[in-house]
């Protein structure tokens, strides 16, 4: 990637990682280190992808089979992709985003029992060559995060309401993913103290991608 482009940065995990005080906390971190920074997420992060969001993640859990869900999630991406990711990377810019394609993965694939190889080439139509520069997997066991997530929800349930064997199948699907592609993943020990979690973001991002 040319110096003058940006870099995108994932937090993937599971339900009550605490991924969203966490992009926050990086955001700042890299606007404090000279570079202009945007927090986004997936689902959502654009107009129309926001749309999708509000399809996929209210309502009953029985509402979309895992195919159709990643399908709707891609076609989410693609446009989040379009409109604020990409455009903000070709200026220069840092774009930190939480979740983004690995969730897939883990959701549908682990989770869902999708074909990886299927969601790969969905990756490959709707997103192309294009990966995270470093992607942070925030872990922790499965019941402390659903019971974190319990706490702060309001309609967006219909992910929580799955089985608790679907929730430690995409803990591990994050955790294979990891393993696999080590160059661009780090783990990192989700039930720390909020600080300390962002010291370790801080010093992964450090230690990848410099200063
Ligand atoms: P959030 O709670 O982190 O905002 O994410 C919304 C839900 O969407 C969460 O339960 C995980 C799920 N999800 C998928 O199942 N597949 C995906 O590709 C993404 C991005 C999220």
Do not use: N
Request: aromatic share 6%; hydrophobic share 40%; glycine share 10%.
């Amino acid at each position: 990637m040319r110096e003058t482009q940006g870099r995108f940065i994932t937090l993937e995990g599971g339900e009550g990682a605490g991924k969203s005080t966490q992009v926050a906390r990086l955001k700042e971190l890299i606007e404090t280190r000279g570079h202009e920074c945007i927090a986004t997420r997936e689902p959502g992060g654009a107009p129309g992808a926001e749309m999708v969001r509000k399809l996929l993640v209210e309502g009953p859990a029985e509402r979309w089979d895992g195919v159709t869900e990643a399908l709707l999630h891609f076609a989410a991406r693609r446009e989040h992709l379009r409109t604020t990711v990409l455009p903000a990377i070709a200026r220069g810019a840092w774009v930190v985003s939480d979740r983004f394609a690995d969730s897939t993965m883990a959701y549908q694939g682990y989770g869902h029992g999708i074909d990886r190889a299927i969601l790969g080439t969905l990756y490959d139509i709707t997103v192309g060559a294009f990966r995270p520069d470093l992607t942070l997997i925030l872990d922790l066991p499965v019941d402390t995060g659903l019971a974190r997530a319990a706490s702060r929800r309001g309609k967006e349930t219909r992910y929580e309401s799955l089985p608790l064997d679907f929730h430690e199948r995409v803990r591990a699907g994050f955790l294979d993913i990891a393993a696999a592609d080590p160059e661009r993943c780090v783990v990192i020990d989700a039930t720390a103290a909020i600080d300390d979690i962002a010291r370790a973001i801080g010093d992964a991002l450090s230690t990848r991608l410099g200063s």
